[in-house]
């Protein structure tokens, strides 16, 4: 939130520039205009804000940062899935991606776009599948540089963005001051006003974050990326489950699922020869009825530099089956144009090293 001792603009709530503009001798309403220029007219600096006094504009711009979020890189057409590779003020590179109007994945209704976001630069939890922990955490990202994902796609496209997925780089309850007040931005009538509903969050299983969450009063959506039914398979894939084991994990799900009308949903990775026997379904099943769980399964997308495969077609229908025959509510993500999962971490590492070599 702090850039260079200044604090960043779009971090703040709307009380909190009132606050901030009511020491500078400003009316209240002074923030709403502010909030306007920031989040309906967007503008990219103070200069911009033309019913301000010139005064109050170089005052808010001694004050606080503007910081700034720019494209370097669009992969993707207009009716597929579009990734896109931002710089940061820092120079440090995330991705986000747009999926157009897709099935319905986390709940939402299907006539969405869907965007995918990153909470950190990097990420330290190492999944062995994923290509976001494969070059380790960096940092967190502000509230801003959260929400400057969701404007600089929207600018871009031209589209209104309805559904977010905190799916991108990183694992966002190890930056939950930052995410939660990005989702109070996101959600406020007078910034984005995205449905808390709308809103999907998913997890690696850090354990008192989830108990945390819960206790948010901000009805937003749970994924939980379990990947596996047992603690020795998910030991092997996830070293995270070694700090907080299934039932650890389980049981803060229980508190979360016991304070919230909305189901959760348990993501499931299919990699082969791993986690994709009949057994871990039934298992998995069986997790998924204790806590009333849809689950989300997703055939792995292969990483360049990692050594694990989806499974055949027929093993992940029967994997399907297994869990449907246990009357569990179970989607199997079938359509390429979809796979959003291949888009998280992997943009940015092609292009970090083509960054690197001079190709870009
Ligand atoms: N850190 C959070 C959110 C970011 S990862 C989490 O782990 O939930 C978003 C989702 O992408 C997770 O379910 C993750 O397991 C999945 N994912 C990572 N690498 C993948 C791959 N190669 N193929 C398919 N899904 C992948
Ligand atoms: Fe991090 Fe999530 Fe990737 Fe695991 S799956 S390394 S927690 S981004």
């Known amino acids: 939130m702090v850039a260079a001792d200044k604090i960043e603009v779009k971090s703040l709530l709307l009380g909190e520039l009132q606050e901030e503009l009511h020491k500078l001798g400003e009316p209240f309403y002074r923030a709403r205009q502010i909030v306007d220029w920031l989040y309906k007219k967007r503008v990219n600096s103070f200069d911009e804000m033309t019913d ?20 370097v890189r669009v992969l993707g057409s207009h009716d597929t899935t579009r990734k896109f590779l931002f710089r940061l003020s820092d120079g440090n590179l995330i991705e986000s991606v747009l999926i ?43 509230s801003n540089e959260i929400i400057d994902q969701i404007i600089a796609i929207e600018n871009a496209s031209g589209e209104k963005i309805d559904n977010i997925v905190f799916m991108g780089m990183g694992e966002p309850l190890a930056n939950l001051s930052n995410m939660m007040r990005a989702i109070r931005i996101i959600n406020a009538p007078w910034a984005l006003g995205i449905g808390a509903r ?15 969450l819960a206790d948010e009063p901000l009805q937003i959506r749970l994924a939980i990326s ?14 995270i489950n070694r ?35 009949d057994e ?7 997790h998924a009825r204790r806590l009333s769980a849809k689950v989300n399964l997703i055939p792995y997308n292969t990483v360049e530099g990692l050594p694990w495969s989806r499974p055949s077609r027929n093993r992940q229908e029967k994997f399907l089956s297994i869990l449907r025959a246990h009357k569990i509510p179970a989607t199997l993500r079938r359509e390429k144009g979809h796979d959003i999962d291949a888009a998280c971490g992997q943009l940015r590492l092609r292009s970090k090293r083509e960054v690197e070599a001079g190709v870009l």
């Open 243 to 277: 700090k907080y084991n299934m039932e650890t994990l389980l049981s803060a799900c229980d508190y979360y699922a016991a304070r919230r009308k909305q189901r959760l949903t348990f993501e499931y990775i299919l990699i082969a020869d791993v986690n994709d026997s």
């Open 226 to 239: 379990l990947h596996a039914a047992t603690d020795e398979v998910r030991n092997q894939i996830m070293p």
């Open 52 to 71: 301000l006094s010139r005064d109050l504009r170089a005052h808010l711009a001694n004050q606080f940062a503007f910081g700034k979020i720019n494209v």
């Open 198 to 212: 709308h809103i999907t969050v998913s997890t690696s299983g850090l354990a008192p974050q989830i108990k945390k």
């Open 100 to 142: 157009p109007a897709s099935p319905a994945l986390y709940g939402g209704s299907s006539d969405r776009r869907t965007i995918c976001i990153s909470t950190q630069v990097g990420c330290a939890y190492g999944c062995k599948f994923c290509a976001s922990g494969l070059e380790g955490f960096s940092r967190n990202l502000g």
């Open 280 to 286: 871990q379904a039934h298992l998995l099943a069986r």
